[in-house]
Every structure is written in C-alpha cells, then in structure tokens.
C-alpha cells in the first residue's frame, strides 16, 4: 500500500470507526494526544484535544453519523468532504437539549505523521447548526 493509501485509510478510521462506530479505543491508534487543531474564527467548539472533542460531541449528539464524501491526499495531508446527521439529546455549548436533528457539513485537512493525525484544519458551517439548534436566529 503506497504512503498516500496508508495514509487515506488513517482517515476513514477517524470517520467510519471512531465516530461512527463510537469505538473510543481507535483514537490512540490513529492519533497523536495533543493533535493541533486550527480552526476558522467563529467556530462554534473549539475543543482542547481531540479527546475531549470526541466526548462532548457524543454528549450531545451521541447518534452523530458522517458521510465522507470525497477525500484527496498529497504529501503528508489528507482532506476530507463531509457531512453528518445527528440528533441533539444532551448538552451543547452549556445549553439544555433540544431534541432537534441537525445536519452540518464541512472540510477537514489531516497532516500524518509516523502514521498519526497529528494536526487538523477543520471548517464546517457552524452557523448553520447553531440556527437549526434555535441559539442564533
């Protein structure tokens, strides 16, 4: 398997295993601890690690399932197309449940390194979901 496959796989195990199946345990397989994250201005979490990302989002969305709809890679970088569907049925952003399903979509870059993401760029319409959960109008 060539470095650019390896490395596309990496990926999809983010996506398919970790958050759509839930299996926590991937996440010292497939990433460093401390990943760096850049995230645009404006975006609605901006978690520590990608640990803590994980745990709040399935607080709040626990039956969260994305969608990869392209991927590319060059060098040591990955990107993805994507989109989820959840339901919101815990806390979010220090906000009760609203029991709303929401959808969201976005593009992440992935930087491997030694078969690790060990930095994310992601950008997804954090307006939008925070108009479809009614805290913005």
């Not at 979010?92 to 030694?114: A, H, M, P, Q, Y």
Request: glycine share 4%; no cysteine; charged share 25%.
């Amino acid at each position: 398997m060539s470095e650019l496959e390896k490395n596309k796989a990496i990926v999809r195990r983010y996506w398919f295993e970790l958050w759509n199946e839930k299996r926590f345990e991937v996440l010292d397989e497939i990433a460093i601890e401390n990943v760096v994250f850049h995230f645009p201005q404006g975006q609605a979490h901006q978690p520590a690690t990608l640990k803590i990302w994980f745990e709040t989002a399935l607080i709040a969305f626990p039956d969260v399932h994305f969608t990869l709809h392209d991927e590319l890679a060059e060098g040591d970088k990955v990107v993805s197309r994507w989109s989820y569907e959840a339901t919101n049925t815990g806390k979010f952003l220090g906000r009760e449940t609203t029991s709303l399903k929401v959808t969201d979509l976005g593009i992440d870059i992935f930087r491997i390194e030694n078969d690790k993401i060990v930095e994310m760029w992601v950008a997804q319409d954090s307006l939008g979901l925070l108009q479809q959960l009614k805290v913005l109008q």
